[in-house]
């Protein structure tokens, strides 16, 4: 009789390994990866940044990393690969195995800005990423080459109209969030530029500080110390009120052109399918850092303001600006690309 007992026993036991082995075959790959060791583990997370190095997508990505390898004890590493708009970096993040290490430390222009004027982008911002949360935002600058013959708004655009397509300004690429707003720019003003497509601030920057462009928008990040050392020349705030780390700048509205509001930001998307509890983690370990007071000098020095808020506020910020942009594509009749 016992040995019967034992018997029916082991078949008990092998029957639930059997059982057990099927379930984890059937469980998302994610869950796996979750369930093994509370996240991040041992394992280095990669933010991915769709632009060169010294931007100010970049730059936020550095503060963030950093902040973020001291809170968990463990290496997040910010990888650059700019180029096409910053959708290269997005659509490897888009692709990548969704547990929560491989990260797109967005600009806005790859999530609301591109997909509103091509058709076939390799992923879709609402539907192959989940949000995480804004980690920053800010107000442009309308900022001129130190030899560019105006000296505030209302001369550039004098001077413009009376030399068209002669004055070029500088974009982080084709189809990007600094394009359009060149491209409202001349809608609103009635004047004419030439847009030359850099990879991103980094690379534009230079070419500024060159003559080799005359104009571009950027964000006080990169370009209040350049303004302090007089080696360019501040335009315009493209905002209804003037900046805190910089009152001096006129903004856009007061020069008479109340429609041009150029407000980017920088977010943390995960692949869609990422476990909720490592979304969650990041979200609120995100929140943490950005309230902060070394996080908060540290952007503000910069002209940045800190980010933050839930994930559903992402998604709805998403929906906001696409329907934003969209319509000034109309407006400038921008052509819709394959």
């Known amino acids: 009789m016992q040995t019967l007992s034992k018997k029916i026993s082991a078949y008990l036991v092998r029957r639930w390994a059997v059982a057990l082995g099927a379930a984890l075959l059937l469980a998302p790959p994610g869950l796996h990866a979750a369930s093994a060791a509370k996240w991040p583990g041992q394992k280095p997370v990669t ?29 997040f590493i910010v990888e650059n690969r700019p180029g096409a708009s910053g959708t290269i970096a997005a659509s490897a993040v888009a692709r990548a195995p969704a547990d929560g290490y491989t990260l797109l430390a967005s600009a806005s222009s790859e999530l609301t800005v591109v997909p509103t004027v091509r058709r076939n982008l390799p992923y879709d911002p609402r539907k192959d990423f989940e949000p995480v949360a804004v980690t920053s935002q800010t107000t442009y600058l309308l900022v001129a080459s130190a030899e560019f013959p105006a000296n505030t708004f209302q001369e550039m655009v004098a001077y413009a109209k009376a030399n068209p397509g002669k004055v070029s300004y500088g974009s982080y690429g084709q189809n990007t969030f600094t394009h359009l707003t060149g491209e409202l720019l001349q809608l609103l003003a009635g004047i004419e530029l030439l847009q030359v497509p850099y990879k991103g601030s980094g690379d534009a920057v230079p070419a500024l500080l060159s003559n080799h462009i005359q104009l571009m928008f950027d964000s006080p990040a990169q370009v209040l110390g350049l303004i302090g050392s007089g080696r360019i020349k501040p335009l315009a705030v493209t905002a209804p009120e003037r900046l ?33 509890e490592v979304l969650d983690e990041l979200n609120a370990a995100v929140e943490e850092i950005m309230r902060s007071p070394e996080m908060i000098q540290a952007l503000q020095s910069r002209g940045v303001e800190p980010g933050g808020g839930s994930r559903q506020a992402v998604r709805e910020r998403i929906d906001a600006e696409l329907r934003r942009w969209s319509d000034v594509v109309r407006k400038v009749g921008l052509t819709v690309s394959d």
């Open 47 to 75: 933010l991915l940044v769709g632009y060169s190095p010294g931007g100010g997508a970049d730059t936020v990505a550095r503060l963030l990393a950093d902040q973020l390898s001291k809170k968990y004890n463990q290496r």
């Open 244 to 276: 805190k780390a910089n009152d001096s700048i006129p903004t856009s509205a007061e020069a008479g052109y109340p429609e041009l509001v150029a407000r980017g930001w920088n977010g943390l998307m995960a692949p869609k399918g990422t476990p909720e």
